[in-house]
């Protein structure tokens, strides 16, 4: 029987193995944590924005939409109150009408453009001044990225996948058409892997990964609230702020606190293994506006800073990347901050790949090399 292994299982990883055990394939996943671990992008500040409305070309929406039906479904099956997967709650924009991002999530035919009085009666934390708009999204949403990614191995592990957790790889054998995994719980051999290791080093033999990428870290502040009910994902859906200093704003899960990404040039890290470099507490002081002038309710002091490790391409495009067919191996990286978004299309995407070296979709054909 063919055997198909997965090493990494972080959002794109999990995505590809359930994908593979979807197939009836029978597959392996590998990851040196556990899945869910706070080291990687799925530990990364909690939440990450899910967005419909946007300006890219149709088989990227088309990845979006297959995206969110798989959000959903595994909502309806995995998710506990404690731990949502993906909350439909929608998706903001909030600028100036005449800048472009606010124009292309306009124009996108999947949003609905409010004047600035009617988005402060809907939104009224929102400062929207005279000359801005608010654009809603009504597909976008909230996801818990932890709990996504452990919701898509969960699954795949329902359907039949061996899930090896704490087992990191340490080698990856071509021989014979045919692939060997070493990893702490012996030999593996396989028909074929997809290499899903976000920042990490590619075990030795696996290839030296996707060209282009640049690991950078993202730093992520949170300001308390006042009235925690204002913020909800109900009452204060994810988003992004344009014009000016800009930033992206999430509800408060906790209700206590929003988390504010500032979109400031974020530094190169030192290496694969610096997760999580320290933030200087006077960082704040540096943004060129503070949240609290255009978000009223919040408090002027941070309660709490983090940071995580994302890849980043030039065109902020994430690779999907067949290397090899004999045996195959298909490499996945440098999504810069979108990977959340697309995750479940673009592991059955990679799991196409992998198995039949073209995406059985013809949905997903324009993005084989590309998809971000």
Not at 280 to 291: C, L, V
Request: hydrophobic fraction near 40%; charge should be neutral.
């Amino acid at each position: 029987m063919t055997r198909y292994a997965v090493v990494g299982l972080g959002v794109l990883g999990g995505a590809t193995l359930l994908a593979l055990a979807r197939a009836g394939v029978e597959c392996i996943g590998f990851d040196a944590g556990r899945v869910g671990h706070p080291h990687g992008a799925s530990g990364g500040g909690e939440t990450r924005i899910f967005r419909t409305a946007v300006a890219d070309a149709p088989a990227y929406r088309l990845l979006l939409d297959r995206s969110r039906e798989c959000w959903t479904d595994l909502d309806g099956s995995h998710a506990t109150p404690a731990r949502p997967v993906f909350r439909p709650c929608g998706a903001l924009t909030v600028g100036p009408p005449g800048d472009p991002r606010v124009r292309a999530v306009a124009g996108s035919g999947r949003s609905a453009v409010l004047g600035p009085e009617a988005a402060g009666e809907r939104w009224p934390a929102h400062r929207v001044a005279p000359d801005e708009v608010a654009v809603l999204d009504p597909g976008g949403g909230l996801l818990h990225a932890a709990s996504a990614t452990r919701a898509l191995v969960a699954e795949a592990r329902r359907l039949g996948a061996q899930v090896r957790e704490r087992s990191p790889v340490l080698e990856v054998v071509r021989t014979g058409g045919r692939v060997i995994v070493r990893s702490g719980d012996g030999d593996d051999v396989l028909d074929g892997i997809v290499v899903a290791t976000g920042h990490y080093r590619f075990p030795p033999g696996a290839g030296p990964g996707p060209d282009g990428v640049v690991n950078r870290r993202v730093v992520l502040t949170w300001f308390p609230v006042r009235d925690p009910d204002r913020f909800s994902s109900a009452a204060f859906p994810p988003g992004v702020r344009l014009g000016g200093s800009a930033f992206t704003f999430f509800p408060a899960v906790d209700g206590r606190a929003i988390k504010i990404n500032v979109q400031v040039s974020q530094p190169r890290t030192a290496g694969p293994d610096d997760h999580h470099p320290p933030v200087r507490p006077d960082y704040p002081a540096s943004w060129p506006e503070q949240p609290a002038a255009r978000i009223d309710g919040l408090g002027a002091c941070p309660v709490r800073q983090e940071t995580y490790v994302e890849g980043y391409t030039p065109g902020g495009r994430g690779i999907v990347d067949l290397v090899g067919s004999a045996p195959p191996v298909v490499t996945l990286g440098g999504f810069s901050g979108q990977g959340f978004k697309y995750a479940p299309a673009v592991g059955e995407l990679a799991a196409d790949l992998l198995r039949t070296g073209v995406p059985a979709s013809t949905a997903f054909a324009g993005v084989a090399a590309t998809a971000g």
